[in-house]
């Protein structure tokens, strides 16, 4: 198994770590005293080696070992979705795994092992059944939770969905709300497995 990409924080998150606030890092950024790269949605984004340099150029008290961040995989081909989705998630202060090709799915799940995975089913390659399925079928995602977050509304799709291993249902388009309270309730809890 690779190693885990390095950690990537949120200008909030700096600033919780730093005790000052977002404004402060963010014009830490602007005078280059913090190195930061920017994501296609225009938010800083800041290695956890660049930020342990600062620290320690700076003297800034020894590193808290905070709560480990939650990791989320975003799953779905359509860029709007995955934009929408990074807005929203960005704020939560989680790590984001955006996979828009559905047969990278098992290999960095497995790989970066998610605390959680939205999944849309309505994919071009692969529909998200057989995703579903061959993610509870490898011991490595097994207790992943899965929120299917899909065009399909029939109700026999919906059975389909949970028939499949999906811990949780969402119907596209959902209020955004719908969508932060569910990620809420899932990301904390670990499926339960047989």
């Known amino acids: 198994m690779s190693e885990r990409e390095e950690k990537a924080y949120t200008t909030f998150e700096a600033a919780k770590i730093c005790h000052v606030t977002h404004h402060s890092i963010k014009n830490w950024i ?7 790269s920017r994501t296609p949605g225009g938010h800083y984004r800041i290695l956890e080696s660049d930020l342990d340099a600062f620290r320690e150029k ?54 970066l092992s998610p605390d959680l995975i939205l999944l849309d089913f ?25 929120m299917a977050v899909t065009c399909l509304t029939k109700e026999d ?17 959902f209020r955004p709300e719908d969508l932060l309270s569910k990620v809420r309730e899932l990301i904390g809890r670990e499926r339960a497995v047989d």
């Not at 309505?122 to 899965?146: H, Q, W, Y």
């Open 30 to 36: 602007k005078q280059d005293l913090i190195k930061a």
């Open 58 to 111: 700076f003297d800034m008290f020894p590193r808290e070992k905070g709560p480990v961040k939650r990791r989320v995989m975003l799953v779905d081909d359509d860029p709007d979705v995955l934009s929408l989705l990074e807005n929203l998630l960005t704020d939560e202060g989680v790590e984001l795994i955006k996979v828009s090709n559905a047969t990278e799915v098992g290999l960095k799940a497995a790989q």
């Open 122 to 146: 309505l994919m071009p390659e692969i529909d998200g059944f057989e995703v579903c399925k061959a993610l509870r079928d490898n011991e490595l995602t097994r207790s992943t939770p899965i």
């Open 157 to 173: 799709d919906i059975e389909r969905i949970f028939a499949c291993g999906a811990d949780e249902y969402l119907a596209k388009p």
